[in-house]
Nanobody, 119 residues
């Protein structure tokens, strides 16, 4: 079992920055691909950033503004969000996925942290 706890959300103005954190419990954190998803109000949940080992990958909507990183010693993945826009408003979910290496069932989600960007 892996539990994920996101934090760092809040209310900010457009152009501001936030740093989200996701702390994972359990073992084998380094075996998990980590992802951040965003879900706006009334919208589907969409992936915005992913990281396996070191290099992050990003959705077009956040590329150049967001940076994903991980600290395996702390079982933590981060999402640095700069130049926030109103459309970034929503809930950000942390996802840990090791199905490819550990098998079915190794896919976990946090409860999410709310980000509100006022324009």
């Amino acid at each position: 079992q892996v539990q994920l706890v996101e934090s760092g959300g809040g209310l900010v103005q457009a152009g501001d920055s936030l740093r989200l954190s996701c702390v994972a419990s359990g073992r084998d954190f380094d075996k998990y691909d980590m992802h951040w998803y965003h879900q706006g109000i009334g919208k589907e949940r969409k992936i915005v950033a992913s990281i396996k080992v070191r290099e992050g990958r990003y959705a077009d909507s956040v590329r150049g503004r967001f940076t994903i990183s991980r600290d395996n010693a702390k079982n933590t993945v981060y999402l640095q969000m700069n130049s926030l826009r109103a459309e970034d408003t929503g809930t950000y979910f942390c996802n840990a996925d090791a199905r490819a290496t550990l098998g079915s069932g190794y896919d976990y989600w946090g409860q999410g942290t709310q980000v509100t960007v006022s324009s």
